[in-house]
């Protein structure tokens, strides 16, 4: 129910305009940053491992549910996979290094942030 709603706020036509061989790139950029497998995206796009591979190696187009679905399930920014917009992406890696860079600056007595 709630994929259904994300699909109908998307605006559909613009996934016909997309530079689908940009987005094969972005995929596993967006995995890695999630530290999930091949598998795990897979499952999340509702998509058999296979055809998600192929999704990756560009030998396949993506469908828009199965993006949609992703993304739902990840809570990934449709702007990110299908725009390469990064903010998403910087949000994300910086989290990810939020508990190093903690770390760092309890060990050297640094302030956080500077």
Known sequence: MALTKVRQSYDIQKLARIDWCAVYGRLPITRLVLGISEAEAAAAARVSLRTYRKWEAGNDR?????????????????????????????????????????????????????
Do not use: Q
């Open 62 to 114: 993506p469908t828009d549910t199965g993006i949609l679905a992703f993304a739902f399930a990840y809570d990934v920014s449709l702007d990110w996979l299908v725009n390469g917009e990064c903010s998403w992406l910087l949000d994300r890696l910086a989290v990810k290094n939020l508990p190093a860079r903690l770390a760092e600056c309890l060990k050297t007595g640094m302030r956080f942030g500077t």
